[in-house]
């Protein structure tokens, strides 16, 4: 278990994902990354001792959430997590972009957010709070 903060940073392994990683360290976050490019995973884990660079395929729903849960095996929750994950598509006249290009593009930024946040809400924290709140007093309107 993390006596710190935990972070997922999906697409973290290089350019903003790495700096959002570096400066949630620096916050005192225990920082997990999720990224598809093999070598960039394994140049991070190399480059960033105090965090951890798993490889995943954010459009791939399974995958991150057995990432998901060994983050939360090994730390017994997570507090943050940080869709960053996508890629530029293409960039062409809509009439010579191909529909596979699209769906990868949609793949990728759009369902890999919804499979991240999914896969989180399974952190016991994220659970407690989502119970707390189903639990909370309303008011009624007037």
């Known amino acids: 278990m993390s006596a710190q903060p935990v972070a997922v940073v999906t697409g973290g392994a290089s350019g903003i994902g790495a700096g959002i990683g570096s400066a949630l360290r620096d916050k005192g976050f225990d920082v997990f990354v999720l990224d598809s490019n093999l070598e960039l995973v394994a140049q991070y884990n190399d480059t960033h001792p105090l965090s951890r660079a798993r490889p995943c395929d954010v459009s791939d729903a399974l995958s991150v959430l057995a990432e998901v849960k060994a983050v939360i095996n090994v730390t017994g929750r997570v507090d943050l997590l ?3 994950a996508g890629i530029s598509g293409p960039t062409a006249p809509v009439e010579a972009i191909s529909p596979e290009a699209w769906q990868k ?11 991240a946040a999914r896969a989180e809400s399974a952190s016991p ?18």
């Open 105 to 115: 593009t949609l793949d990728i930024g759009l369902t890999g957010a919804f499979n």
């Open 125 to 142: 924290l994220f659970l407690r709070d989502l119970d707390a709140s189903a639990r909370a007093p309303t008011v009624p309107d007037s």
């Open 82 to 84: 940080v869709n960053n």
